[in-house]
């Protein structure tokens, strides 16, 4: 039994088939399904039937992948604690980033990474905080960009920046032409706000209480864009995080209104599993991020909003 043949075998398990598998893993097909069979023939079981299609996994296959798969895993921290004990930058690095954060932050260190550190791969995915906290127990992932503080005693939380909130208000909005907005300018119901889902939503729930937004105006939304797009054309405002601000157009950037200080802001963070191995590519990621975020938010004084409930 290798480790190259429990891949292989975890390949056509994900894939439902032998050649979608060999074209993933740079084999041949042949070549995959002589090591699948090599393995099955020398634990004595079938773990695929390959009589149907998609090919179905037996139930002895279950246990065998289930066990294959924590294999794959330690092998790799092997590799993960040699790199770490000679410092070295290198190897995959997969990274979990909240939506809210992906489009405005990868533009701004992912190119300045990736030719700094040629070594380094790096598989990068938006999830939800919920799913994100999963796939660090799980070891899906191995960190992730998120809002924070989440309260898990599991995981390490790394500030990288702390990002103000600001107010998105149309011209013909009562608050237009306010140099600066209160909390308490807030009550008035009707504020966008995003969809269940979005730690964003719950900051901005935790700013103003559920109670104070008007059902009648309430919109769920995915897209701050989405809410920007709604603002100007109907009664409403919206709560967006301030690097978004740098996005807009200048005739929708002249719609922004900071908050009088404290702000409300978010603290943004690497997160990693206490048993993280991967540390010198997590280091060296949070020193590119540091850099380039740098001089790009300006602010006095902040309150951290919760991104939980």
């Not at 929708?252 to 206490?274: C, G, H, T, V, W």
């Amino acid at each position: 039994m290798t480790i190259t043949q429990l891949k292989y075998t975890l390949a056509v398990a994900e894939h439902g088939n032998f050649t979608t598998a060999s074209d993933k893993c740079f084999v041949t097909q042949p070549t995959l399904s002589m090591q699948v069979q090599k393995l099955e023939e020398e634990l004595g079981v079938v773990i695929f039937n390959r009589s149907t299609k998609p090919l179905q996994v037996t139930e002895i296959g279950q246990k065998v992948l289930f066990q294959a798969k924590k294999i794959v895993e330690e092998s790799s921290r092997m590799n993960d604690v040699v790199s770490e004990e000679k410092g070295i930058i290198g190897g995959t690095l997969k990274v979990g980033i909240i939506p809210t954060v992906s489009s405005t932050l990868l533009p701004l260190f992912l190119n300045i990474f990736t030719k700094k550190h040629k070594n380094v791969e790096l598989k990068i995915e938006e999830f939800n905080t919920e799913t994100i906290n999963q796939k660090l127990e799980d070891n899906t992932i191995d960190c992730a960009i998120a809002a924070t503080p989440l309260n898990n005693n599991r995981i390490i939380e790394r500030p990288l920046y702390y990002e103000p909130f600001v107010a998105y208000v149309p011209e013909h909005h009562s608050l237009a032409g306010n140099k600066v907005l209160e909390v308490d300018d807030l009550s008035n119901g009707d504020i966008l706000i995003l969809k269940d889902g979005h730690c964003f939503r719950n900051q901005v729930l935790n700013l103003c209480s559920f109670e104070d937004l008007n059902k009648q105006y309430e919109l769920k939304s995915g897209s701050f864009e989405t809410l920007i797009n709604l603002s100007n054309n109907g009664p409403w405002m919206t709560i967006i995080p301030y690097l978004h601000s740098n996005n807009l157009s200048p005739k929708n950037l002249e719609n922004i209104i900071p908050f009088q200080d404290p702000s409300p802001a978010r603290e943004i963070s690497m997160i990693y599993s206490k048993s993280q191995l991967k540390l010198p590519v997590i280091n060296a990621l949070m020193t590119t991020i540091s850099s380039v975020i740098r001089g790009q938010i300006k602010y006095n004084d902040i309150k951290i909003m919760s991104p939980v409930n």
